[in-house]
């Protein structure tokens, strides 16, 4: 009898056990399935409010994750990953010459990264012209954008991993990215991102 309530005792210990690296593993679970973006949930409650006006479209994330993962072509022509450009506030934004909402708002990023553009903020505007890959840059120089770095991505599979991860179907289309990697706010569509309407949500997003 004695030696059956050992054996009992000691199978009840080992299903606390168990039971208990359980919890702490479905715990660790909670925690990692966030992307370690529990942070950033600060930072979009202080954005939130100011997603109004010339940037009421705006949906900044109660709960933020990380962001998709992008790849494209750095300024130097070499393959980049927005991974790549942790450690700044990035307000990303996918374009191409024949959107011409796109075209729209490229003069007031340009301003944007003039006014605001630093070691602690930036702005990425990634082309996604698939052809007549010269067009872009000529368009820029004409229309004197010069402040903004060219980004490019000819196979456009930045748009395809934004499609696929939020179901975004038309250009443009930006999203805000914390120092991180963790997506603030996504926007599809257009906006004056030189209001101060704008200026105000990006200084809530880099924390100014």
Request: aromatic share 6%.
């Amino acid at each position: 009898m004695r030696a059956r309530t050992i054996i009992l005792s000691a199978a009840a210990a080992l299903a606390l056990i168990a039971l208990g690296c359980g919890a702490a593993f479905y715990s660790g679970l909670g925690r990692a399935g966030n992307g370690s973006c529990s942070a950033a949930a600060t930072t979009a409650a202080r954005m939130a409010p100011l997603a109004k006006g010339e940037v009421a479209a705006v949906e900044v994330r109660a709960r933020p994750q990380p962001a998709p993962e992008l790849a494209f072509n750095g300024p130097d022509g070499q393959p980049l990953t927005l991974a790549a450009l942790k450690g700044k506030t990035l307000l990303v934004n996918l374009w191409a010459t024949w959107c011409a909402p796109c075209l729209k708002e490229m003069p007031a990023l340009d301003t944007l990264e003039k006014e605001m553009g630093g070691a602690d903020f930036a702005v990425v505007a990634i082309n996604i012209d698939t052809r007549n890959l010269d067009k872009p840059k000529a368009w820029l120089a004409e229309n004197k954008v010069t402040a903004l770095p060219f980004y490019g991505d000819p196979q456009a599979a930045t748009f395809q991993a934004l499609r696929k991860a939020h179901k975004v179907e038309g250009m443009p289309v930006s999203i805000i990215v914390d120092k991180t990697g963790c997506e603030l706010g996504i926007i599809q569509g257009p906006a004056d991102w030189a209001s101060a309407d704008s200026k105000a949500l990006m200084k809530a997003a880099i924390g100014r």
